[in-house]
């Protein structure tokens, strides 16, 4: 393939480029159904999945590896374009030392229901009940990838999982992971509970009144399936997704500690209700 570059701040084919911090931060990119990829290893793992990507811009330091990721990849066609460090850092509004952004559309992994398959058949999901943290939802996703989670179900007041940050730190897994959005958790939990007589919703609050979570184990016999619900950082789970869970469950930690961040909960959770060995 051939790298179109690009000397001129000005040029159109910049445009979705421009300004990739703020327009992060402003909730932009979603209104416009995109997202955006940052590093070499996010954009292989966006490559991997046919018509994800729609666009690459790369400085002369990473072209290379770049244009070989493309070449190889389920999308060889696709535009890049290539510029200076100079050009890249005014073009995205900060020093971006990675060297590499990608456009991706979002429909493909947006657009999801709590009804489709991997949620109506998976035997291990997660939910997210109003992580608004974007390192927590990050790291989670990258825990529900090591311990062989199908799903993740996310409330309306949960981070973005297709945010730039937070598929950096799940390393991709926010790609491949399927999500689904839900505008009533406890309503879209009970709708599973009806269609699946052996599904269980296990709520992580921090209260004594809980169950050990060393309770659950995920290698026994017969198993149920399982929805493992965590809560926001400050808020925790709401009364209403408690209310219809099968079991609350706790971790227990020093009574000098009160409580884990939302991603390492989730992450021991996760390792005691997998099956993998």
């Keep these: 393939m051939h790298p179109s570059r690009?000397?001129?701040i000005n040029d159109p084919r910049l445009c979705d480029y421009r300004f990739v911090r703020?327009?992060?931060?402003?909730?932009?990119r979603r209104a416009e159904g995109v997202f955006i990829g940052e590093t070499l290893p996010i954009l292989e793992q966006m490559l991997a999945i046919p018509g994800l990507t729609q666009s690459v811009l790369t400085s002369d330091r990473f072209c290379t590896r770049v244009v070989a990721a493309i070449e190889n990849s389920a999308n060889p066609h696709l535009s890049l374009f290539l510029v200076d460090d100079a050009l890249m850092q005014q073009t995205a509004g900060?020093?971006?030392?990675?060297?590499?952004?990608a456009i991706g559309a979002r429909a493909q992994l947006d657009t999801r229901s709590a009804s489709d398959a991997p949620f109506a058949t998976g035997s291990l999901l997660i939910a997210?009940?109003?992580?608004?943290?974007?390192?927590?939802?990050?790291?989670?996703?990258?825990?529900?990838?090591?311990?062989?989670?199908?799903?993740?179900?996310?409330?309306?007041?949960?981070?973005?999982?297709?945010?730039?940050k937070v598929v950096r730190v799940s390393m991709g897994y926010a790609l491949r992971i399927p999500y689904a959005w839900s505008d009533d958790l406890a309503a879209t939990l009970l709708m599973?509970?009806?269609?699946?007589?052996?599904?269980?919703?296990?709520?992580?609050?921090?209260?004594?009144?809980?169950?050990?979570?060393?309770?659950?184990?995920g290698r026994a016999?017969?198993?149920?399936?399982?929805?493992?619900?965590?809560?926001?950082?400050?808020?925790?789970?709401?009364?209403?997704?408690?209310?219809i869970s099968t079991d609350r469950i706790r971790i227990p930690i020093a009574r000098?500690?009160?409580?884990l961040n939302a991603?390492?909960?989730?992450?021991?959770?996760?390792?005691?209700?997998?099956?993998?060995?």
């Design 6 to 8: 690009i000397t001129d």
């Design 22 to 28: 703020e327009r992060d931060l402003a909730g932009s």
């Design 94 to 101: 900060f020093d971006l030392h990675r060297g590499v952004l």
């Design 128 to 164: 997210l009940d109003g992580v608004g943290n974007m390192d927590n939802v990050g790291a989670i996703f990258r825990g529900a990838a090591a311990f062989g989670v199908s799903g993740v179900i996310l409330s309306r007041h949960s981070h973005d999982p297709l945010y730039r």
């Design 192 to 217: 599973m509970k009806s269609q699946r007589s052996d599904l269980r919703v296990l709520a992580a609050v921090c209260d004594e009144t809980a169950s050990d979570i060393a309770q659950f184990d």
């Design 221 to 243: 016999a017969k198993t149920p399936a399982t929805v493992l619900v965590v809560g926001g950082e400050y808020a925790g789970i709401s009364r209403a997704v408690q209310a």
């Design 256 to 259: 000098s500690v009160d409580s």
């Design 263 to 277: 991603a390492v909960a989730a992450s021991v959770c996760l390792h005691r209700l997998s099956n993998i060995l």
